[in-house]
């Protein structure tokens, strides 16, 4: 099994991420925390740390799993 980079759109990163783990596909979203600061609050969030990517764990022959 091989690693792959797979590219996604902007800002959806962690949907991809969950949709290829349901289906049985082995996906990682690397992710850092990070304060947001507003004029009235703080928000702890977590920002991906390659934005636009995904990597996945899966056979070579299987790749075409993830495109469907």
């Known amino acids: 099994m091989n690693w ?3 590219y996604t759109k ?3 990163e962690k949907k991809a991420e969950e949709q290829l783990l349901s289906i049985g596909i ?3 979203c690397p992710v850092y925390s990070k304060t947001k600061v507003w004029s009235d609050r ?3 969030i977590y ?3 390659l934005p636009s990517m995904l990597l ?3 056979n ?5 799993k993830v495109f469907e």
């Open 10 to 12: 902007s800002r959806s």
């Open 4 to 6: 792959y980079v797979l």
């Open 42 to 44: 703080k928000k702890k």
């Open 47 to 49: 920002v991906p740390l």
């Open 26 to 28: 082995n996906a990682y």
């Open 56 to 58: 996945i764990n899966i």
């Open 60 to 64: 070579h022959k299987d790749i075409n």
